[in-house]
């Protein structure tokens, strides 16, 4: 069965800072993997997602995350957090349905903190 | 092209009463999606259907939980005899029928059972 671990339930930077947000992942099929964002009291807003081709791949407001075969992982980073980024941000990996991308599985999520 | 629509945003119930919880998709879509988010938990599967066929129950609870999606009019996911338990975000996301595309979601139900 596919699972998700987000490592660390809060992380708290420094706005400038480089925001790390750790995933690793298990799969027997190769995996699609998401990371969303959810902003108090709001549904999800996918930031960036891997499907097939180049594991590096680039989302919106700045963010990126780069899928490692070998490591089982898919890290999100930003090089500068913003104030604006404080929110929670979950990783999900996709079983799929002939392709279908609704079927998720979710990590516990990451709460990240932007200190002035 | 209005996004994943949940009605309603809040909603309250007394323990055993009923909880209808709607998702009306994007227009197009044809899949969809419910998922249960508890409080400082991450968001678990509950039911995938399309149009009229329910493709994938395995998260639902055995009793109470029922969902449908019917030919015309937005998916349902209904919650019978509700416990205190049952107080969580409800979200619903929605795909088209294509393969490799994305789900979008809803902005959620949170149902507050007192």
């Known amino acids: 069965a596919q699972s998700v671990t987000q490592l660390g339930s809060h992380v708290s930077v420094s706005e400038g800072a480089l925001v790390l947000l750790r995933c690793n992942y298990s799969s027997s099929v190769p995996p699609y993997l998401f990371w969303y964002v959810q902003y108090p009291n709001q549904g999800l807003q996918l930031l960036l997602k891997y499907t097939t081709g180049a594991t590096l791949v680039k989302g919106i407001n700045g963010f990126e995350a780069e899928f490692k075969k070998s490591e089982t992982s898919f890290h999100l980073t930003k090089p500068s957090a913003h104030m604006s980024d404080a929110a929670e941000y979950f990783c999900a990996v996709s079983e799929g349905y002939g392709g279908s991308q609704g079927n998720l599985i979710f990590g516990k999520g990451t709460k990240l903190s932007v200190k002035p | 092209n209005a996004g994943v629509m949940q009605n309603p945003r809040h909603l309250v119930r007394r323990r055993g009463q009923e909880a209808r919880l709607r998702c009306s998709p994007m227009?197009?879509?044809?899949?969809v999606y419910w998922y249960r988010q508890l409080p400082e938990e991450g968001l678990k599967f509950m039911v995938y259907?399309?149009?009229?066929?329910?493709?994938?129950e395995s998260g639902m609870p055995k009793e109470r939980f029922s969902a449908e999606f019917p030919k015309e009019g937005p998916s349902i996911l209904r919650i019978q005899q509700v416990v205190r338990g049952d107080s969580a975000a409800y979200f619903c996301a929605s795909s088209p029928p294509q393969k490799n595309t994305e789900a979008f979601f809803g902005q959620g139900t949170r149902l507050t059972v007192v």
């Open positions: 227009k197009g879509h044809s899949h």
């Open positions: 259907l399309q149009k009229e066929n329910i493709i994938d």
